[in-house]
């Protein structure tokens, strides 16, 4: 049996070799390093893909989350909406900007934003909700777009995990997660489920005044050459990585039946141990493009656990350990939207098994094997 790694970025590779090898060797030659036709080509790709209007590549996700809220003109000590427990990011860049993060709990069940906890957490000062699409599905979009409405509120999505995870919304129409709210963020992070041989992000719109100052703040604000309209950044997609990212682009439907199949396996499997094991739980307005298969370990068993898979050679990571409230960076500097014990109990009880495009049978097998009879 091969190693089983928590993702294996190297056999996906081999499958497309010739092809990325050959990508990667003609941005070399083009002597287009930046900009190049790559990077148009991935946007043109990405939005037909996700049926979005504009697509702004640029540097990473989290400068992606950064350059959405600074398109946004909020005013320090505005608040934004994020859930407790997910990846710093989102409240990272809110804290950044002068802006303040305000946590709201996760249903235990979906590891997303509970959308019924959001209204309580709104004050005159909120402007934005940031939900995070975490381990591969969409938050509950259509009740948070309504509050969002009904507040008047921005809607930001970071959509790092989740890309082609699909919404289906009450009247039948479905959308793309990232392409709901007023922008969405992608991450192509090696390990995200589209992911470059390095850094790389885009943002997603539909609204064409946001598209052109988002294309504006990530080239230093600049409307035209050395006409800076407003404060920017720097961050664009090296056209190397757009290359990359764009030979596997019209792979992801079948990396993400890949993923489900493994998904699957992993559900039926496990049922066994269904009374101190909690497999993921889909919504059933979203599609699940599983960037993680994450476990609920019942019973305070869970480290344990880790250890015991560790000794078998089964990698497992705590997707997260520390809710946002509870990290150094964000003590006392966050707002509590609500009380927060769901997020408390997950970071005591989540754990994330190997989840990637090449897994085999093989490996599948061993993995419930050995959870089965954990004792
Ligand atoms: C990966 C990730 C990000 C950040 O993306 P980078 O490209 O690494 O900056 C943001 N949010 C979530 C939920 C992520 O998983």
Redesign the pocket.
């Known amino acids: 049996m091969n190693v089983i790694q928590m993702v294996d970025l190297t056999t996906q590779y081999k499958r497309v070799q010739q092809q990325m090898d050959e990508a990667v060797l003609g941005v070399i030659r083009s002597g287009k390093y930046i900009n190049g036709e790559a990077v148009r080509d991935l946007a043109a790709g990405l939005s037909d893909f996700l049926r979005v209007k504009h697509v702004i590549p640029c540097a990473?996700?989290?400068d992606a989350?950064q350059m959405a809220l600074m398109a946004l003109d909020l005013q320090p000590g505005d608040e934004v909406i994020v859930p407790a427990f997910?990846?710093v990011?989102?409240a990272e860049v809110i804290a950044l900007l002068k802006l303040t993060p305000v946590l709201v709990d996760v249903h235990p069940r979906t590891f997303n934003v509970d959308v019924d906890k959001i209204e309580a957490a709104i004050s005159s000062r909120t402007k934005a909700i940031i939900p995070?699409h975490l381990f591969g599905q969409t938050a509950d979009m259509e009740p948070l777009m309504q509050i969002a409405k009904k507040y008047g509120l921005y809607v930001v999505e970071?959509n790092?995990?989740s890309i082609g995870s699909v919404y289906t919304f009450r009247d039948g129409s479905r959308q793309a997660a990232g392409t709901i709210g007023d922008i969405g963020v992608l991450?192509f992070?090696p390990t995200?489920n589209l992911g470059g041989y390095g850094?790389g992000?885009a943002l997603l719109t539909n609204d064409d005044g946001l598209a052109l100052k988002l294309r504006m703040i990530g080239v230093h604000g600049q409307s035209r050459r050395y006409c800076h309209e407003i404060t920017g950044c720097n961050s664009r997609l090296d056209t190397l990585q757009a290359a990359i990212i764009r030979v596997k682009l019209p792979h992801l439907d079948s990396y993400i039946q890949a993923r489900r199949k493994a998904a699957e396996a992993y559900d039926s499997g496990l049922k066994p141990v269904a009374d101190w094991l909690e497999t993921p739980e889909c919504i059933p307005a979203s599609t699940h493009v599983y960037h993680q298969y994450t476990l609920k370990v019942k019973h305070g068993k869970r480290d344990d656990l880790q250890k015991y898979l560790k000794e078998n050679g089964i990698p497992a990571m705590i997707y997260y350990p520390l809710p946002l409230h509870r990290q150094p960076a964000f003590k006392n500097r966050v707002k509590m939207g609500g009380d927060l014990s769901e997020s408390e109990k997950l970071c005591r009880s989540v754990l994330s098994l190997p989840m990637h495009t090449e897994l085999d049978d093989e490996q599948i097998e061993y993995i419930i094997f050995h959870i089965i009879n954990y004792e």
């Open positions: 990473n996700g989290t989350l997910t990846y990011a989102a995070v970071d790092a995990q991450s992070f995200k850094d992000g």
